[in-house]
């Protein structure tokens, strides 16, 4: 059993920061990366950010490189994303999801099993 939890989104202004949070368990599944997604209104999901849990190698996506970081704290079982910059594209709901496979990099959702119930972030111009 698989359990994420996620927390920060909320309604900021362009050129401000969030910072979005995922708690998670997990019972019989070694997690090996985590992993950031959004999708917004009529489009499809994309990849934002990942990271693998114990060597800590991250991976973004081009749109938000230099802007976000995703980070992770084992001892809590938690991985972060630090949004800055943030722009009215960025407006989408943004999931965090797990794997337990090996890939030599991340930037699918079909690479991860387990899925956050997302949490809303809205930018305004």
């Known amino acids: 059993q698989v359990q994420l939890v996620e927390s920060g989104g909320g309604l900021v202004q362009a050129g401000g920061s969030l910072r979005l949070s995922c708690v998670f368990s997990?019972?019989?599944?070694?997690?090996?990366?985590m992993a950031w997604f959004r999708q917004a209104p009529g489009k499809a999901r994309e990849f934002v950010a990942a990271?693998?849990?114990?060597?800590?190698?991250?991976y973004y996506a081009d749109s938000v490189k230099g802007r976000f970081t995703i980070s992770n704290d084992n001892a809590k079982n938690t991985v972060y994303l630090q949004m800055n910059g943030l722009a009215p594209e960025d407006t989408a709901v943004y999931s965090c999801?797990?794997?337990?496979?090996?890939?030599?990099?991340?930037?699918?959702?079909?690479?991860?099993?387990?899925w956050g119930q997302g949490t809303q972030v809205t930018v305004s111009s």
């Open positions: 999801a797990t794997t337990n496979r090996y890939y030599s990099t991340f930037s699918h959702s079909s690479q991860f099993a387990y």
């Open positions: 997990a019972r019989a599944f070694a997690t090996y990366a």
């Open positions: 990271i693998t849990w114990n060597g800590g190698v991250t």
